[in-house]
T-cell receptor
Framework: EAGVAQSPRYKIIEKRQSVAFWCNPI?????LYWYQQILGQGPKLLIQ????????DSQLPKDRFSAERLKGVDSTLKIQPAKLEDSAVYLC???FGQGASEQFFGPGTRLTVL | AQSVTQPDIHITVSEGASLELRCNYS??????LFWYVQSPGQGLQLLLK??????LVQGIKGFEAEFKRSQSSFNLRKPSVHWSDAAEYFC????????????FGQGTRLTINP
């Protein structure tokens, strides 16, 4: 079974530029998560989708971050404009359904903002 | 608010020695508890989880963890570490809000001396 796919793996941009990350969850997984992991910290949930609807985006900085999950499968996370403090690893995870389903994580995208 | 504390930022043990990584949580209800491992450049891999029942949980790679409600702890243990266990370890509490939301600790970096 293929795992969670993410691209690109690495991205370097200058502040005020825009960037987008892509995630393809495990086939059949209804729930998709985006996490931000700053160096030296644990992952922090940014947004959670159930199919193509948002379940929780309470920690998403909506003035600069946006995310969508078209057709309830792939998802993109966008930052516009980027700030220095957005430098982090962005992790995508998926789970089969609701309740206490195990989350499976992708390898992440490492973003460096200069 | 829910939180997870991992008191040890960095631990060094010798190969073959025993290991215990500490985790304390704060959550008002019965927690769902997880331990994940992250190797450099990799996503998070689930080691083990506690939902209910037996408080001693067995996981992959020879790890186990014990849930102690009175101490709000979920410590991870391994009787004999291998060099390949060097990685970052994250404890997380799962909050069920429809789908599951994970709140992570800040992680413990494990170094193995030969």
């Amino acid at each position: 079974e293929a795992g969670v796919a993410q691209s690109p793996r690495y991205k370097i941009i200058e502040k005020r530029q825009s960037v987008a990350f892509w995630c393809n969850p495990i086939s059949g997984h209804a729930t998709l998560y985006w996490y931000q992991q700053i160096l030296g910290q644990g992952p922090k949930l940014l947004i959670q989708f159930q199919n193509n609807g948002v379940v929780d985006d309470s920690q998403l900085p909506k003035d600069r971050f946006s995310a969508e999950r078209l057709k309830g499968v792939d998802s993109t996370l966008k930052i516009q404009p980027a700030k220095l403090e957005d430098s982090a690893v962005y992790l995508c995870a998926s789970s089969f359904g609701q309740g206490a389903s195990e989350q499976f994580f992708g390898p992440g995208t490492r973003l460096t903002v200069l | 608010a829910q939180s997870v504390t991992q008191p040890d930022i960095h631990i060094t043990v010798s190969e073959g020695a025993s290991l215990e990584l500490r985790c304390n949580y704060s959550y008002g209800a019965t927690p769902y508890l997880f331990w994940y491992v992250q190797s450099p450049g990799q996503g998070l891999q689930l080691l083990l989880k506690y939902f209910s029942g037996d408080t001693l949980v067995q996981g992959i790679k020879g790890f186990e963890a014990e849930f102690k409600r009175s101490q709000s702890s979920f410590n991870l243990r391994k009787p004999s570490v291998h060099w390949s266990d060097a990685a970052e370890y994250f404890c997380a509490v799962g909050i069920i809000q429809g789908a599951q939301k994970l709140v992570f600790g800040q992680g413990t970096r494990l170094t193995i001396n030969p």
